[in-house]
Structures are given as C-alpha cells and as structure tokens.
C-alpha cells in the first residue's frame, strides 16, 4: 500500500482506517446486494415458471375434461335406442325428430356439444342423408361422399385409435351456414349388437366458446391449446385460432413457413424474450401452452432491484458512518495523547492522559503516566543531585582558598623543626601537607586508589600520634587494582568513623584494617575494625535507608553520626551504575564497612 500509494503514509490513521474499510464495506454489501438481487430475480422467474407450468397443467385438466365429456357423449349415442334405430333403419321425419327431442336438450344444456352430425351407413333402401344438429335446431351438412374426400376422413382412416381429434374451419362447408372453427371428435359409429361399423360421428364444439371458457380476459399471459399439426385450436386472442403456431407475433418478422409446430415451440422456449410454459393432454396429444414476454417482468423486477438498491444504499451509508465513529473512537484518544506529548515537549510534566475502560489504548495511557511520572521524578532526582554537586564544590572551593599559602606555611613549619632538630613535628607536617595535597587533588574529583589509600596511610598516621600506643593499623592493597579510578575521600571518612566510633570508646588497644582486592569482576573496598560494634537494629537502618534520606533522621538520639555515611551512598549513586554499600556489625565484635564496585561500571565526573 505505501509501496503503490506514497502519499497514503502521511494521511492522519482516522483517514487511513477510513480509506481502507469503507471501500472494503462498499465492495461487500455492493457484491451482497447484487448476489441478494440475483437470488431475487432467479426466484421471482422461478416462481413465475411454476405458476405458468400450473396455468398449462390447469388449462391441460379443463381440456381433458371436455375431451371426456366428448367421449361420454360419443357413447351416450352408441347406446341411444333412437340413433341405433335411425342408422340401421333409415332417417325417417319421424326417428328424425325422435332423435332431434332426444338429444336437443342434451346438447343445449351441456358445455361441450355445440354439434353433431350422424352419417348412416349405405344401402339400397336406407337413406345417405347425413343427420345434423346444433344447439339451434336441425342443420345441413356436407353429404358423406363429400366428406370421404376430405382430409379429415383421411386422417381417420389411417389412425389406429379408431377415432381422431381435429378442427373444421368455416372455409370446409361441413356445415354450411356455420362459421365457427370446430373442435370435433370424430369416430365411427357401431352397431350396439355386432359392433359392426353403421355409420360416423362428427361431435363438435365451438373454438371460441371453448376459448372463452377455458380463458378470461384479465389472464396476463398468453395461452393458446395447439394440435400435433402446429394449429391452433383455442387461445387467449380469438384471432389466433385456426392459424398455424409459426405465425403467432412471438416469432420474429421471418419465413417460418418451413418450421416445424413441434421445433417452433422449442425455439420459442429457447427464446430469452419469452418465458414458455407446456403441457400435453394425454386423451388430445394436445399442447396447452402459456407464454409471457420477460419484458412485462421488468416492473417487477425493478421494484426488487429498488428495493435491493435502496438496502445497500442504507447499509453503507450506515457502514461509512459506523465507520466513522469506529474510527474516532480509535483515534480520539490517540490524538489527546499527541496533545499530551507535544505539551510534555515543552516541559510540561505535569502531563496526564485519563482513558476509560482497560483495553490497549487504556493501558497505553496508563504507561504514559507511568512514563511521565517517572520521568518527573528522575529528572528531580538528577536535579537535586546537581545542587548537591555544586554545593559540595563550593565547599570544596572554600576549602582550597589560597591552597599554595597553606603549603608554604607548612613547609616553613617543618624546615624551622628541621632546624631545630624535632624530627617527629617534622613528620607530623609531612603528613599533614600530604594529607591536604591529596584531599585537594589539584580540584579533580576521581583519583588513583593507591593515591586514596596513601591519604588513608597519612591521616592515620597523625591519629596514631594522637593515641600513641592505643590503636595500629594495616593497609592491604592488590596491585592489579592499584591504578583504579574513584572518587576521591571515598575511604577517609569511613576510617575517620573506625577511630571515632570504635578507637576512642574502647579503652584497650584497637585495631583498623584497610583492605582493597578483587573477587572476580568485583572491587572490594573494606574498612573494619575491632570497637564495640553497633546494635543489629541500627545496623538494619543502616543498610536499608534510601540515598535521599539523610541518616541523621534515622540515628535520632543516637551518639554515631550517619552523616559521613550518607555522603559516601550518594557519590556512589552518582558515579556508579552498579555499586554496592553495607555494614557488617555485632555488639562486643567490630564493625566492617564494605563497598563493592563493578569493574564494569566505570567512574565518570559527575
């Protein structure tokens, strides 16, 4: 992404969540939606199929019915008494009109049976006049040697069934005067004793009566019933019936003439423009058919792709604002603490950041005012250790007024002993000139451990003048050491309180011993002593009081001084990283002073 897009690092994080998520949510509920409106679309012409293909199996049923209502008929008149009679016996006015009362009533109260035309057979003294009826009465039809030279008695003669389904047009003259379209059931008529064939029937009914009956004005599809020929016989459209299916207005401006009935309902089917829906009578062989345009789908497959639309629209103005949101819940907190941090920039360590809850961005914030309390408090400490440096150096300042008028005093003090032969104030001058020499450092604070030990030697040296025989002292140095670096009056002090606090009080000869080695990685310094020692509480104190707390406040009411002590636990804590102070003591037993310093963590000036 930073790769592709260079500018994309330096936009804010709200604008980055924002760029990267609600693209993402878009992509989402877009590819959501469209798949929803698929699925939708897939069921609603699914459905439409189904209601179709139920229309045709409906229209199919209705059919059936009619054609068995037909066949019913048919057998109505091979029972009849009075058509046997007329066929075998001749058309007489009087079995006419027998017949004509017989089957009138039938014909004008039943749905189907609008005509029917009874041809007798032939013989020398019976009649080949056919006998014709229709719901209105006594009707002429074509004779039955006319009727041999029709298509019709064609069909019949070479069907296996012994009875064929068809449709007379008007343009026929079956039945002159008529111009209706006929579906007509045409089978020979028997005799009720042999079944020998006498005659044939002719039962038709009206197309478009049919057409009325089996289809309403407020049917959306188009329906029609088409024969094994391709014509039609019934149909929504009146206009259709009696034409051939391939010149039905589905098919597009082109020469159909040559299709197939069967191929073209095929190609109608595979025609994206239509939906087509069949269903083949089993008494007829007749198709049932319903056809609807996709195009009158289009409104409602508008409304749900509206409504489709309209959802994702809510949805990802919804995500863009849940996002948002998200993205300021994230960010809100991080900017507060930016704020913070560029206030903290400027010394402001009075800094806090308060987030609610204990999730990561809470935690970060607790961190931070962890951080900057810490960073307070460090920064107070190096303060506070810098004021101690510099007053130490002013003490040290005062302390070297005129450093050389000292040494020349003292110098005058030991030639004029010299000269008068007291060799013991000599040295006692010496000393004395050493020890200030060494104190002083020429104003340096780190010297050689030899060179503090060699101030330790000299200063014992006056106190053993002091106490004559009452104390001795041994120094002990590792030479591999001798040229370490430390701050200077680090062990002075620490003999000054071996022969304050425990040469002094002892009333016996006392003892110090000074030692410097190594154990591994480590510089020992020690200073012990063989005084009354100290009790284990205070010991305890000792040890255990922080650099920060002047010892005085832990030796109230006590005659040792922590003073001196105090001092050396805070120039350790300033020129050493890893150092280490203790007091070893006992009552009756002495005191030993220890200081451990990592060889690693070298000295530096403060």
Do not use: C
Not at 122 to 138: H, N
Not at 299 to 318: D, P, Y
Not at 469 to 486: G, K, Q, V, W, Y
Not at 508 to 527: D, F, K, M, Q, S
Request: charged residues 20%; aromatic residues 8%.
């Amino acid at each position: 992404m930073r790769a592709l897009f260079p500018p994309f690092r330096h936009i804010t994080l709200q604008r980055k969540l924002l760029t990267l998520v609600i693209p993402l949510l878009i992509v989402t509920v877009g590819i959501t939606g469209l798949y929803s409106y698929y699925i939708a679309s897939g069921e609603v012409i699914d459905k439409l199929r189904q209601s179709q293909l139920n229309m045709a199996i409906k229209t199919k049923d209705q059919l059936d019915y009619f054609a068995k209502s037909t066949l019913s008929f048919s057998n109505y008149l091979f029972l009849n008494p009075a058509v046997q009679g007329m066929v075998l016996n001749g058309d007489t006015p009087q079995r006419r009109d027998q017949v004509f009362k017989s089957l009138l009533p039938l014909m004008v109260t039943g749905e189907t049976i609008q005509s029917l035309i009874v041809y007798p057979s032939f013989k020398e003294d019976v009649s080949g006049q056919p006998f014709a009826i229709t719901q209105t009465g006594i009707a002429s039809a074509i004779s039955f040697d006319g009727f041999t030279k029709t298509r019709y008695y064609e069909r019949l003669t070479k069907t296996d069934s012994g009875h064929i389904w068809d449709m007379f047009y008007p343009s026929d003259y079956i039945l002159p005067g008529d111009y209706h379209h006929k579906i007509v059931l045409i089978k020979p008529y028997k005799n009720y004793y042999n079944y020998a064939r006498i005659g044939l029937l002719i039962i038709g009914m009206d197309a478009d009566k049919l057409s009325k009956t089996l289809y309403h004005d407020n049917e959306d599809a188009a329906q029609f019933i088409m024969n094994e020929q391709g014509t039609i016989l019934a149909a929504t459209d009146i206009q259709w019936i009696g034409k051939p299916i391939t010149l039905l207005p589905f098919f597009d401006q082109q020469d159909t003439s040559t299709i197939h009935p069967e191929r073209g309902l095929a190609l109608l089917k595979k025609d994206n423009k239509y939906i087509v829906s069949d269903s083949v009578s089993d008494i007829t062989d007749w198709h049932t058919v319903v056809i609807q345009d996709r195009s009158k789908l289009v409104l409602e497959l508008k409304h749900i792709g509206s409504v489709t639309f309209s959802i994702m629209a809510v949805v990802t103005l919804i995500t863009i604002i849940v996002s948002w949101v998200i993205a300021r819940i994230i960010t809100n907190p991080m900017k507060k603490l930016m704020l913070s941090m560029r206030a903290l920039q400027t010394g402001d360590f009075t800094q806090r950041v308060h987030f609610n809850g204990n999730d990561e961005i809470g935690r970060l914030g607790h961190l931070y005012n962890t951080m900057v309390g810490r960073i307070k408090t460090l920064i107070d400490d190096v303060y506070a250790s810098r004021l101690k440096q510099k007053e130490a150096e002013l003490k040290a300042l005062q302390s070297q007024i005129n450093p050389h008028f000292l040494y020349n005093t003292l110098n005058m003090i030991n030639w004029s002993a010299v000269q008068k032969g007291d060799k013991e104030i000599s040295e006692m001058v010496v000393s004395l000139s050493q020890v200030f020499r060494l104190s002083l450092n020429s104003g340096n604070d780190l010297v050689a451990l030899e060179q503090e030990l060699e101030l330790v030697r000299n200063y014992l040296f006056l106190q053993k003048k002091r106490f004559t025989t009452r104390f001795n002292f041994e120094i002990e140095l590792d030479p591999a050491i001798s040229h370490f670096r430390m701050p200077k009056l680090l062990l002075q002090p620490l003999v000054e309180n071996a022969i304050i606090h425990a040469i002094e009080p002892s009333g016996g000869n006392g003892h110090i011993h000074i030692r410097a080695y190594t154990e591994a990685t480590i510089i020992i310094l020690e200073v012990a002593d063989n005084g009354p020692g100290m009790p284990e509480e205070q010991v305890r104190r000792l040890n255990q009081s922080r650099v920060d707390e002047p010892m005085r406040v832990l030796q109230t009411n006590v005659p040792h001084s922590g003073m001196a002590l105090s001092n050396i636990k805070e120039r350790l804590a300033l020129f050493y990283e890893q150092a280490e102070f203790e007091i070893v003591s006992r009552e009756g037993l002495g005191t030993r002073v220890q200081i451990r310093i990592n060889q690693g963590g070298t000295a530096h000036d403060a």
